[in-house]
């Protein structure tokens, strides 16, 4: 910006005004603009009383330092305080003193800022990694037992739950997007859904992910709304117009979001996620804004029953979701709760460990994997490998999907109902994901057999079991024909011998079954005789 000063004199007579105290003036044509940004700087939470808020403070940048940050990264910042003065208010009714007079606001002009590279962070995604990183991150990949080693080194404080984790260790690193010759994309980010009893460390493997991925965004379903999850419109208190605000979504937007507590949500918001979990976009037309935003997110969820704990007689009655929401999760995990001794015995001996090792933190106290090793690895697979199907893997994929819409059909035809979770084309994508995450996993340019192997176990044991709940749908894929036959017409004698919410004990039930299995046998050998 160029600034000149006037070259008149003015004499100091009698009735002429004096010289002002500023003699300069903008000369606009010969002014260069720069870049200019405006931010919200809040104390960290870990920083702030018991019972206070956090404070905050408006910063402002110029120049190189604009879009240096983004929301949620932590830093360090250096510039100069200073105030300005508030805008004039509208005067009260039946006054004419302003609101607003002699107010002054705080903020700080910025010459220098530092993004800490640990924590809550998007600095990861683009740093740059020095030759012997990336060779250690290719040594990484070439170990034969990544796929373990990883997933191992997720959450190691949460006993248990190995599939779970290995399902994560999938969601992290997700699949390869496409963009087909007609213009439109599929997504290649892995959605999952943790569905089950209270106190299995849903919770905690989600804000373990949050703190493990490169770009993480931690939210409440009760807490939330749908303009909080997407995008708002508001009015710009400055300029009086209106701007457009992200949400949780469009912050997350090349991560992972986490939304806990998801059947607490409202209908209404669930249905607002809905194009963000396929399509990933977010389309807004409100007070004269139309536009899209990117949502290229993964979506990792956890969510209660609705009796509260999972109940086995209910079946499908503990899912409350609507079938076009659960369509849109690549897997869903029951997380159940089971009573056994010895499970029990080993798991308070690891959560008392893990409480008397809290102040003394042992070298394997994060896993296998340190955790900015974990978070840089992701980023640097994310970034260097795109693996695609192999023609094998992709013959044996389809043979195994029609197994599992046989199935599905035959169950849905023999009990006169639809299933809860269906068997659709987008299962099938989504097992194509997960087999070319596992290879990304590797580095890995095709994703191979053996990936597809694993890739349907994981969805047999996710979502296959959580459609079987209650049921068999979709079981015939994996389950020999004769066990299907014996367990059809087991169901079948329940459901005639007792009426519907009876509660009978399984050992009269066992003594029933028996009697009239040792009935026929002496029955045949009345007729042989």
Sequence with gaps: MKIVTETKHFVEQAGRPKCPVDPFFIVPDKCKCVDYQTLKLQESPDAVPNGEMPRHMQLFVD?????????????????????????????KKGTHEKTSVGIRRPYLRVVGIQVETEGHSRVSVGEALSPEEEEAMQQLARQPDIYNIFSNSIAPSIFGSTDIKRAIACLLF??????????????????????????????????????????????SGKGSSAAGLTASVVRDPATRGYIMEGGAMVLAD????????????????????????????????????????NSRCSVLAAANSVFGRWDETKGGEN?????????????????????????DERMAKHVMKVHLNAQQPDDDSEGELPLAIMKKYIA???????????????????????????????????????????????????????????????????????????????????????????????????????????????????????PIGSQVSEQRIVQDFVKQVSVLVVYCCNVDW
């Design 174 to 219: 997700g699949g390869s997007r496409k963009r087909l010759p007609d213009g439109l994309t599929r997504r290649g980010d892995i959605n999952l859904l943790l569905l089950g009893d209270p106190g299995t460390a849903k919770s905690q493997l989600l804000k373990f992910v949050e703190k493990v991925a490169p770009i993480g965004v931690y939210t």
């Design 254 to 293: 090349g991560g992972v979001v986490c939304i806990d507590e998801f059947d607490k949500m409202r209908e209404d918001d669930r249905v607002a996620i809905h194009e963000a979990m396929e399509q990933q976009t977010i389309s807004i037309a409100k007070a004269g804004i139309t536009t899209t935003l």
């Design 380 to 498: 640097y697979c994310k970034r260097k490998c795109g693996p695609r199907l192999s023609e094998e893997a992709a013959s044996k994929l389809k043979n195994r999907y029609v197994m599992m819409r046989n199935g599905a059909r035959q169950h849905e035809h023999e009990t006169q109902r639809k299933t809860t979770i269906p068997i659709t084309v987008r299962q099938l994508e989504a097992i194509i994901r997960i087999s070319e995450s596992l290879a990304k996993m590797s580095l890995s340019p095709f994703a191979t057999e053996v990936h597809v192997d694993e890739a349907l176990r994981l969805f047999q044991v996710s979502t296959l079991e959580a459609a079987m709940s209650g049921s068999l749908s979709g079981a015939e894929g994996f389950t020999p024909e004769n066990d299907q036959e014996i367990v059809r017409k087991i169901e079948k004698q329940l459901k005639n011998r007792f």
């Design 63 to 91: 120049r190189y330092l604009v879009e240096r940050v983004v929301p949620g990264n932590r830093i360090t910042v250096m510039g100069i305080y200073s105030i300005k003065k508030v805008s004039q208010g509208k005067a």
């Design 319 to 343: 899912i409350t979701f609507m079938p076009t929401i659960l369509s849109r999760f690549d897997m869903i995990f029951i997380v159940k709760d089971h009573h056994d001794v010895t499970k």
